[in-house]
């Protein structure tokens, strides 16, 4: 992979070019980035797009609860992907950060050699870790 000065400077010579319209340097800029990063540009992009979605402000109750569902997933599908083929264990709390729109959002995921972990460590069950969890943020 090359430096990525190199391609800034490309970009800067692209927007120096009296050529150049907006579409053309996105287009150009868009090819560089897929030249430097050859081998994980559409594993960045789909990061950049995941990302976009937890900053995201302005959206209903459903929406929020929607992407909050989803967002739960993709971590314990991660997690028991993490379990399974490294042995690594983990402990998940989430919950939703605007106190009177998220009240229902809320959960709580242990990989199964973390199972008891709440109950043992903390001395609170699922439902009682996510209510401390709330209360903290």
């Not at 302005?58 to 739960?72: D, E, I, Y």
Request: hydrophobic content about 35%.
């Amino acid at each position: 992979m090359a430096h990525p000065v190199s391609a800034r400077r490309k970009y800067d010579v692209l927007l120096c070019s009296k050529q150049s319209t907006a579409a053309t340097v996105r287009k150009k800029c868009y090819e560089l980035f897929k030249k430097e990063y050859s081998d994980t540009w559409q594993e960045i992009l789909i990061k950049f797009e995941e990302s976009t979605q937890y900053t995201e402000t302005g959206k209903t109750v459903a929406q929020r609860q929607q992407l909050f569902n989803k967002s739960a997933k993709r971590f314990t599908q991660s997690l028991v992907a993490l379990s399974k083929a490294h042995g690594i264990e983990a402990a998940l709390v989430m919950a939703g950060s605007i106190v009177n729109q998220d009240a229902s959002l809320g959960y709580a995921y242990t990989t199964p050699g973390a199972e008891d972990f709440f109950v043992e460590r903390c001395h609170a069950d699922t439902d009682a870790i996510i209510g401390h969890f709330k209360a903290h943020i």
